[in-house]
């Protein structure tokens, strides 16, 4: 099975609801389990709401191609250019009370996708995420 989906939304919290029902809706038969649906849903809302709030974004677009057992799913916004896999990775072995605020989500999107990248194309983020069916 091979399918593409895509939605186009205005950069806001309250669009949140409706990118997650679009990823249900577009994975639904992709052979995921409910394991690897849960983190998907998980990375595409961290990596939606840093670009919300952090990203100076007017609309996000996602593009969702299921094939072969997995799943491409790109986020593209036009907010300002900012590579998340430059971020460094939050130390854990810290003290939840030493630690500097900001950096989980973006170890929580490295962590549950099997592959991450992000390029900037024109006036464009596009941070591309990657998971398989195991």
Avoid: W
């Avoid at 971020?87 to 973006?106: F, H, M, Q, S, Y």
């Amino acid at each position: 099975m091979k399918a593409s989906f895509e939605l186009a939304a205005k950069s806001s919290l309250d669009n949140l609801p409706r990118i997650g029902d679009f990823i249900l809706d577009s994975t639904r038969g992709s052979g995921l389990d409910q394991r690897e649906t849960f983190h998907l849903m998980t990375a595409v809302d961290e990596a939606c709401t840093n670009t919300i709030k952090y990203g100076d974004s007017n609309e996000i677009e996602i593009k969702c191609d299921v094939e072969d057992g997995q799943v491409v799913l790109q986020i593209i916004d036009d907010g300002i250019a900012f590579n998340p896999l430059e971020a460094p990775t939050p130390d854990l072995n810290v003290p939840l009370k030493e630690r500097k605020v900001g950096g989980l989500g973006i170890y929580f999107i490295r962590t549950l996708m099997d592959d991450v990248r992000y390029e900037r194309k024109g006036e464009k983020n596009v941070l591309t995420m990657i998971i398989r069916r195991h």
